[in-house]
């Protein structure tokens, strides 16, 4: 190992890990499913992909029947080396799923994927009501102030470069240091501009490499110090299959092995393609637990 781990965050309450959505309380004494939908013609696992307004209302459907306690909406690709769209085309996407998203299942939490400010505020006057931003506010300078007067939940993500750069930038000294750092400075930045409910992810993926990626999965329960939900987001990605040698599509069998490690690990909140494969291991490891 490089470098010396300072693992320790403070806070008031660490066992005190909820969110407030749609006017009720979401605890985490058992972990949850956020399901993924993309408004995009070019996410990296075809399969999630939706083609209109009715398809995203019948995947939707399907992800609440299949357990997901969360729905998590973005038309911008972050997939390595994706390009770059205007913000118009982005909110040309997203927002008539937001609102017949939000208007037909009012029942289930509707998180954006954005890291563009005027794409939040848009989508939360649609209906939204949670921001999901890969870059925590680093790649739009007015988010994090935009969500505070939102009064939205916000997953903070770590990540860097942009997705057309990020993973020639995967140089660490220590990974679980360096993002647990970047973490709890963005955590207590939300804190100081009243941002309450705030999720923190790891941003698997996102500018690390393979051995990174199951560092940070190893040392998982580190990120839970800081009291604030932990979100992963491992599902079908390039630490599978790449690894693997197969491809995305055939990646469900080792993505449920790794959820079990982080659940195991302390994750609170899984976002994922297959929301029964999921569910079944939330089940079976709550089954483990109570053994």
């Known amino acids: 190992m490089q470098g010396k781990m300072n693992l320790t965050l403070n806070s008031s309450d660490k066992n005190a890990r909820s969110l407030r959505l749609?006017?009720?309380?979401?605890d985490f004494s058992r972990p949850r499913i956020m399901a993924i939908l993309n408004a995009t013609p070019d996410s990296f696992y075809r399969a999630?992909?939706?083609k209109d307004v009715d398809d995203a209302l019948r995947q939707a459907e399907k992800h609440i029947r299949e357990g997901a306690d969360i729905l998590d909406l973005?038309?911008?690709?972050?997939?390595?080396?994706?390009?770059?769209?205007?913000?118009?085309?982005?909110?040309?996407?997203?927002?008539?799923l937001v609102e017949k998203i939000s208007a037909d299942f009012p029942d289930t939490?509707?998180?954006?994927?954005?890291?563009?400010?005027?794409?939040?505020?848009?989508?939360?006057?649609?209906?939204?009501?949670?921001i999901n931003d890969i870059s925590a506010g680093d790649d739009d300078e007015e988010m994090l102030?935009?969500?505070?007067?939102?009064?939205?939940?916000?997953?903070?993500?770590?990540?860097?470069?942009?997705?057309?750069?990020?993973?020639?930038?995967?140089?660490?000294g220590e990974v679980v240091t360096e993002v647990l750092d970047y973490l709890h400075h963005k955590l207590s930045r939300c804190r100081a501009l009243g941002i309450q409910d705030v999720v923190i992810d790891p941003g698997f993926g996102f500018g690390k490499n393979s051995a990174h990626n199951y560092r940070l999965l190893k040392h998982l329960s580190v990120f839970r110090e800081s009291g604030a939900p932990l979100l992963i987001g491992v599902s079908r990605k390039g630490m599978i299959w790449?690894?693997?040698?197969?491809?995305?599509?055939e990646s469900l069998n080792g993505t449920t092995a790794l959820h079990m490690l982080a659940l195991q690990n302390g994750a609170d909140i899984l976002r994922v393609h297959d929301v029964r494969e999921a569910a079944e291991a939330i089940r079976l490891y709550g089954l483990y637990r109570e053994a």
């Open 48 to 50: 999630s992909r939706v």
């Open 22 to 26: 749609r006017g009720k309380l979401m």
């Open 74 to 96: 973005g038309a911008y690709s972050s997939r390595p080396g994706a390009q770059d769209i205007p913000v118009e085309e982005e909110l040309r996407r997203l927002l008539p």
């Open 145 to 172: 102030e935009q969500v505070a007067g939102l009064k939205l939940p916000y997953v903070a993500m770590h990540k860097k470069g942009s997705p057309l750069t990020m993973q020639s930038q995967a140089h660490y």
């Open 109 to 130: 939490p509707l998180s954006i994927d954005t890291f563009r400010a005027v794409v939040a505020s848009e989508a939360a006057g649609a209906g939204a009501d949670m």
């Open 242 to 249: 790449k690894n693997l040698e197969i491809d995305p599509a």
